[in-house]
C-alpha cells in the first residue's frame, strides 16, 4: 500500500472501501489516504483522479553542484541597493517597510530568535515529524531575505521541510491549506504571499496536488512565489509547484562586478505544458543571509530557494502603498485586495504588472524567455508602477515632484551599469 493524493472523492466514498490513514483537506479539495491497488483502480475507474504522492525537498544548491568562484558574495543590504529597492521604500512618507502584512514561508521552520528575524513571527505550524527549528538551516535564510526587503512585515512559519530539507506532496499541501484557514480567520495579520523555496520535478500533472493547493491560493488573492528550481541550463527544468501558471516561478542571477548574469544551474523553461518561465529571476548566487547556527550567526548560500524570497518581500511593500494612500492602515478586510483596483483578478494584476517593474540585458530579446523570464524586478520601475496605480493620495502618502525626479534619475543610471553587454 501506498500513499495517494485523491481529487473527486469523497472521505466516506474511501473508508467504505477501506481506505486508512484519511486526511480530508477541505480548503482544497484533496484528500490524502493509504490505497491499494485495487483501490487506486477502482477510484481511477470511478473518474477520480488519483496520484501516488511525491517527495519535495529544498531548492538550495548542495555539492557537487558547482557555484563559479568568481561571484562575489553580496549582502542582502548590497543585493537591495543594487536592485533600486528605495525607489519604493520612499515612496511615501514615513517609508514603506511592509509593515501591517504577512508573508507565509512555508519551508524548514525558522529560528525565531534570530536578530533578523525576532519579533516578526506572527504565527507558526508544524506539519513535519521533526522538532520546531531549523534543523537544515533553510527557512532561517529564506525569513531573512524578506525581512531585508520588507523589515516590518510579519512572517507565519509553517514548517513542513525535516531536518534534512525533506518533504512531501501532503505536507505541503497541508501548509498551505493552514495559511489559507489562517487567511480566513484572520484578516488582521493581513498576509499576502506564500514563499515555497521547495519543489518537486515537474511531471505536467495539472492536478498535482500542490499545484491545486497554489491555485486555491491565487483563487483568494494570496501571491505564491516559487523557486524556480537549480537543474539548469536545461530546458522543461522548472520544479512543481514553480511551474504553475500564475505561480511566480523565481530564476537566479548572480552578480559580478555589479552587473547581472544569469546563474549556470538557474532552471529553464518551458515547462512539460509548454508554458514560458520562469516568470522572473533574482540574486540567488553567493548571499550572505540569516544561519540557524544561532541568533546572530550569517551564512552565504546559492539557490533559487534565495531568489524566491527577494521577490516575495516586494509583495508586503506594494500592499502597504496601497493601504496608506487610499487610506486603509493596517490592512484590508477579507476579499478585498489592492491589486483588485481595476477589478480584475490577481492572475490578470500579475501579466500586468511582471512585464512593467523588470528590466533584461539588452542582448536579450525583449518580452518573456524560458532563461530569463521577464527579467529582473527593478525598484525604480516597482515604484513607477505602485505609483501609477495608485490614486486619491493621502498626503502621508503623496509622491513629491522631487521624487519622481529622483525614480526616474535612479532607473536612468542603475539601468546603464546593470547588465553586462
Known amino acids: 500500500m501506498k500513499r495517494y493524493s485523491v481529487i473527486g472523492a469523497t472521505r466516506q466514498q474511501l473508508e467504505l472501501m477501506g481506505a486508512i490513514d484519511i486526511v480530508e483537506v477541505r480548503n482544497i479539495g484533496v484528500i490524502f489516504a493509504t490505497l491499494n491497488s485495487g483501490q487506486v483502480e477502482s477510484l481511477t475507474r470511478s473518474g477520480c483522479k488519483v496520484a501516488e504522492v511525491a517527495s519535495v525537498k529544498a531548492a538550495v544548491i548542495t555539492t557537487p553542484t558547482p557555484v563559479p568562484t568568481t561571484v562575489e558574495e553580496k549582502t542582502t543590504d548590497q543585493v537591495l541597493e543594487l536592485l533600486g529597492m528605495e525607489a519604493i521604500r520612499n515612496l511615501t512618507v514615513p517609508p514603506l517597510y511592509g509593515e501591517g502584512f504577512t508573508v507565509a514561508v512555508i519551508d524548514s521552520g525558522i529560528l525565531e530568535t534570530h536578530d533578523t528575524i525576532k519579533g516578526g513571527i506572527v504565527y507558526s505550524k508544524n506539519f513535519t515529524s521533526s522538532p520546531m527549528q531549523d534543523g537544515f538551516n533553510h527557512g532561517t535564510g529564506v525569513a531573512s531575505i524578506i525581512r531585508s526587503v520588507a523589515p516590518k512585515c510579519g512572517i507565519a512559519n509553517i514548517k513542513v521541510l525535516d531536518d534534512e530539507g525533506k518533504g512531501t506532496e501532503e505536507s505541503v499541501v497541508l501548509g498551505i491549506d493552514d495559511v489559507l484557514s489562517l487567511y480566513d480567520a484572520n484578516p488582521d495579520i493581513s498576509l499576502v504571499a506564500i514563499n515555497l523555496s521547495l519543489g518537486s520535478p515537474d511531471d505536467g500533472n495539472v492536478d498535482s496536488p500542490v499545484r491545486v493547493a497554489c491555485r486555491a491560493a491565487v483563487e483568494r488573492g494570496i501571491f505564491v512565489i516559487a523557486a524556480a528550481g537549480n537543474d539548469g541550463p536545461d530546458p522543461e527544468t522548472i520544479l512543481c509547484p514553480a511551474c504553475e501558471h500564475y505561480v511566480v516561478a523565481t530564476g537566479s542571477t548572480r552578480l559580478v562586478n555589479d552587473t547581472f548574469e544569469l546563474s549556470q544551474f538557474s532552471s529553464r523553461g518551458p515547462t512539460k505544458e509548454g508554458l514560458i518561465k520562469p516568470d522572473v529571476i533574482m540574486v540567488g548566487e553567493g548571499v550572505r543571509m540569516a544561519s540557524s547556527i544561532d541568533s546572530s550567526a550569517t551564512i552565504v548560500k546559492s539557490g533559487t530557494s534565495f531568489s524566491a524570497p527577494f521577490m516575495s518581500g516586494i509583495i508586503p511593500l506594494f500592499y ?22 481595476w477589478g480584475v483578478s490577481l492572475p490578470t494584476a500579475l501579466d500586468y504588472f511582471l512585464p512593467k517593474i523588470t528590466i533584461k540585458p539588452a542582448n536579450v530579446p525583449p518580452g518573456k524567455d524560458c532563461d530569463y523570464g521577464y527579467g529582473v524586478p527593478f525598484g525604480p520601475l516597482a515604484a513607477q508602477a505602485l505609483s501609477s496605480a495608485i490614486s486619491g493620495l493621502s498626503i502621508s502618502g503623496m509622491m513629491t515632484p522631487v521624487l519622481t525626479i529622483f525614480v526616474v534619475g535612479l532607473m536612468t543610471v542603475m539601468m546603464r551599469r546593470m547588465w553586462k553587454h
Open 320 to 341: 502597504e502603498g496601497m493601504s496608506k494612500t487610499i487610506g486603509m492602515p493596517g490592512g484590508y478586510p477579507t476579499g478585498v485586495e489592492p491589486t483588485y483596483k
